[in-house]
C-alpha cells in the first residue's frame, strides 16, 4: 500500500489548479478559457495551411536537390501521381501496393497486440509493487534505449529470417513506453481510491481492473501511443529480415537494388498516412471519450 | 450494552522516512462505543481524530494497543465499516449510479438487483434523478450525498465519518447533517463521526469524546442526552456547547510535530519489551 504516493495536488475532482491561475493572472482572462479567436482560419483551413506548407518544403528540398547533385529526387507531384498508379493495382516488386500494405498492417497490429497486453499487465504489476519495480524498470529501461535497428541481430538469433522476427521487432520496441507509462499511472493513482475500494470490499482483482486499470487511463493512452509509432516507425527495419517479398517497408529497401525512389517516397507517404490516421482517428476520440468526459484532462 | 468499536490502549506512531522522524499520533487512547451509538469525536486540529479513524477502518495498523470491532480485532479495511472521507473520493470514471453499484459487485447481486438498490440509495439521499452523471458534474454536496449512498448501500455495521462536510458551506452542511440525522433513524447503525465544530457535534451525538493531542488521550466523554429530534438553537444544545468549549480551551489549538523525543522513546521501551 506505501507504494502509492499521495498526490494531493492532483486530485481530479480538486478545483484548486484553475482558482490558482485566476489568482495568479488577476486581470488576464484565466489560462485555459479560450481568448476571442484571433486567427480567420478555421481548423480545417490550418490543417491545409500546415500540409501545404509541408508540401513546400518537400518540393523546394527536390528541386535544390536536382539542381545541385544532379540526381532525380522525387517531387511531392511525382510522389503522388506514383501512389495514384500503384493505387490502380500496378505490381511493385511482384505485388499489389494493397498486399504490401496489408502485411505490414498485419505485422504491424500483432506485434502492438502483443506488446499492448504484455505491456499493461507489466505495467499494472510494477505500478503495485515496488519490489518489482526496483527489480523489473532498469531492464525496461535498457529496452527503450535501445534503438530499432539494433534488434536486427537479436531477432535473427531468436527467431531466424520471417514473419516471426519482424513481428518481434515491433512488439518489443512498443513495449517499453507501455509499461514505463502504465507503470507511472498505477503509482499515480490517489490512496484514497484504494482506501475507498478496500473499505467497499473490493479484492485484488476488482482494484486492479475498476481502480488502477482505469486510474491509470491518462498515462497509459499515452503509453500506447508512443508504443504504436515506435512499432510503426521501426516498420522499415524490422521488414528488412521479413524475408517474403511484401511490405511497406520491404517495398522501401528495395528501392536501393531496383533505383525506384519514388515508389519508396510513394510508401514512405503511405507509411505516414497511416500513422496519422491512427493518431488523429483513433487515439484522439478515445481519449474524448474516456479521460475528458470523466472531468480528468490533465492541464496541459 | 454491546461494544461494537473498542480500543484498548492503542498507540500509533509514522516513522517518516525522508527525515528519520517520529511523530506520535497516538498514545494509550482507550475508548469503547456501543452498538448503534452515534459518537463524535472532537478535537484540536493534528490532534490524531483521522488516524483514530483511520485505525478504526483498517486502513492503518496500530503500533501498540488493540483495536477490536465487533468480535474481533481489526486486520484490514472491510465493508462492514463504511468510511465516508473527507474528500467525496467518488471514482471518475464510472457514473453515480455505477459508483454506488461498485462495492454491491463484491456481493454477488445480479445487474437488476444491483441497480435496484443503487437506485433504492440514491433516492434515500435524494439523487435519483443524477444516476447517469458523472462525479464531476456534481456538487460538494451532491458528490458527499453519494459517498454517503455508496457506503449505505453495502448495509456496513458502522460508519466512519471523517469530517465529511467540513468542506462544505455551512448550509449545505447543516442541510446534509439534518439528512445523515434522518438516515441514521431508519437505518440504524454505530456512527464514529470526527468533526471540529463543537456545537455541530452537540447537535448530532448521543457521546462526544474529545481527543487531546498525544501524550494525552480522551480527556472528556460526555453523552448528550437531549431528546431527538433536537433544534441547533435550544438552550439544551448551548449549555453542552458551552461546557465542551470550556474543556476545550485548556487544550492548545494545534500540534506541531514536536514530540518526535518522546515518540522515540516509545519505539525504544516497545522494541526493548
Known sequence: ???????????????????????????APPLGLAPPRRFPLSHAGLALLAIFIVLALWQGLAVAVQQLRGVPFPTPYDTIERLLYLGRGRPLLEFTIYRHLADS??????????AMVLGIIAGLLLGWSRLLERLIMPTIHVLQLIPGLAWIPV?????????????????????????????????????????????????????????????????????????????????????????????LGYSILQARWTLDYTSSFACLLIIVGIGLTVERGIFGPLERRTVERWGLARAG | MIAMIELHQVSKVFHNDENGQHVQALQQVSLEIEENEFVCLLGPSGCGKSTL?????????????????????????????????????????????????????NLHLD??????????????????????????????????????????????????MDEPFGSLDAQTRDRLQDELLRIWQIHRKTVLFVIHNVEEAVYLADRVAVLAPAPDSIIADLPISIPRPRDRFSPEVREATMALIGVLANLPCCVLPSQSEEARQTMQLQEGG
Do not use: C
Open chain 1, 105 to 114: 498492417l498485419l505485422r504491424w497490429g500483432t506485434g502492438f497486440a502483443m
Open chain 1, 1 to 27: 500500500m506505501s507504494t502509492f504516493q499521495r498526490r494531493a495536488d492532483q486530485h481530479p475532482e480538486g478545483g484548486g489548479r484553475s482558482a490558482g491561475h485566476d489568482a495568479l493572472t488577476p486581470v
Open chain 2, 111 to 160: 445487474a437488476p438487483q444491483r441497480r435496484q438498490v443503487a437506485g433504492r440509495f440514491l433516492t434515500l439521499v435524494g439523487l435519483q434523478d443524477f444516476a447517469r452523471a458523472r462525479p464531476h458534474q456534481l456538487s460538494g454536496g451532491m458528490k458527499q450525498r453519494v459517498a454517503l449512498a455508496r457506503v449505505l448501500a453495502l448495509n456496513p455495521r458502522a460508519l466512519l
Open chain 1, 155 to 247: 531477432a535473427i538469433l531468436l527467431f531466424g529470417i520471417g514473419e516471426r522476427s519482424t513481428i518481434f521487432m515491433i512488439a518489443v520496441t512498443a513495449f517499453a513506453p507501455i509499461v514505463i507509462n502504465t507503470t507511472a499511472g498505477v503509482k499515480g493513482v490517489d490512496e484514497m481510491y484504494v482506501r475507498a475500494a478496500r473499505m467497499m470490499g473490493a479484492d485484488d482483482r476488482t482494484l486492479f481492473l475498476r481502480v488502477l486499470l482505469p486510474g491509470s487511463l491518462p498515462h497509459l493512452l499515452s503509453g500506447l501511443r508512443v508504443g504504436l509509432a515506435n512499432g510503426w516507425r521501426v516498420l522499415v527495419a524490422a521488414e528488412m529480415i521479413v524475408g517474403t517479398g511484401t511490405g
Open chain 2, 53 to 105: 479513524l483511520n485505525l478504526v477502518a483498517g486502513f492503518e495498523q496500530p503500533t501498540a494497543g488493540r483495536v477490536l470491532f465487533g468480535d474481533g480485532p481489526v486486520t484490514g479495511p472491510a465493508r462492514d465499516r463504511g468510511v465516508v472521507f473527507q474528500e467525496p473520493t467518488l471514482f471518475p470514471w464510472l457514473t453515480v449510479e455505477q459508483n454506488v453499484e461498485f462495492g454491491l459487485r
